[in-house]
Structure formats: C-alpha cells, structure tokens
C-alpha cells in the first residue's frame, strides 16, 4: 500500500506561483508512476500531468504546459508540482496518483491504484 498525502495548495492572485507536494509513505514510490491530476467543481477528474518512476519522462496536458512542472525526488519519497503562471480556470481540487509501473501515457484516472486527499487550489482574477 501507498499513502499519498498532499500539500501546498491555497489561493493566489492570477499570475502567481503554488508548489504542491505529494509525500507517499508505506511503500516507496519509486517503482511507481506518479501523475497529478484536477477536479474543478461540477467538472470532471482531468489529467495533468505524469512523471515516470525515474523522473527522465513526463507527460503534460497541453493546458499546462510551459506553466507547470513535475519533479520527484525519490529519496524523500515526494512528488512535486510547480505552477506558475496561474490562472483562474486553474482553481480546483488537485490531487496525486501513484500507479505501478505505469507509463506516462497513462491519462486514465482509474488505472491508477493510489490516491491522496486532494488539495484546494484556488486562484482569483
């Protein structure tokens, strides 16, 4: 089993930066692919982006690229989501996933195994 614990979110003024952070304990993440993911309210769960078990590959939603960034760091066992550039259509829940080896490719909120509580990302115009 992985926990998966989320932190960072909050609100910002349109422009700004949050980083969120995804802690797993229980078992290590790194034989796990690790994606965030988002669900504004009334909306449905949406892809963000992955990254791969070593972090040499990533997989973004065109909506947030050149805006986001996904790191890990294995050794502290977190996950990492950097965004800039907020804007308000970005406010919503977002949430990690942790899937067993799978590959960045994969979009699919229920191929993966592993979820965290979500966090409130809120930006104002």
């Known amino acids: 089993q992985v926990q998966l614990v989320e932190s960072g979110g909050g609100l910002v003024q349109a422009g700004g930066s949050l980083r969120l952070s995804c802690a797993a304990s229980g078992r290590t993440l790194s034989t796990h692919t690790v994606a965030w993911f988002r669900q504004a309210p009334g909306k449905e769960r949406d892809f963000i982006v992955a990254?791969?078990?070593?972090?040499?590959?990533?997989n973004y939603a065109d909506f947030v690229k050149g805006r986001f960034t996904i790191s890990r760091d294995n050794a502290k066992n977190t996950v990492y989501l950097q965004m800039n550039s907020l804007k308000p259509e970005d406010t919503a829940v977002y949430y990690c996933?942790?899937?067993?080896?799978?590959?960045?490719?994969?979009?699919?909120?229920?191929?993966?195994?592993?979820w965290g509580q979500g966090t409130q990302v809120t930006v104002s115009s």
């Open positions: 996933a942790a899937g067993f080896a799978l590959s960045v490719r994969t979009t699919t909120s229920s191929t993966y195994n592993y």
């Open positions: 990254i791969s078990r070593t972090g040499d590959s990533t």
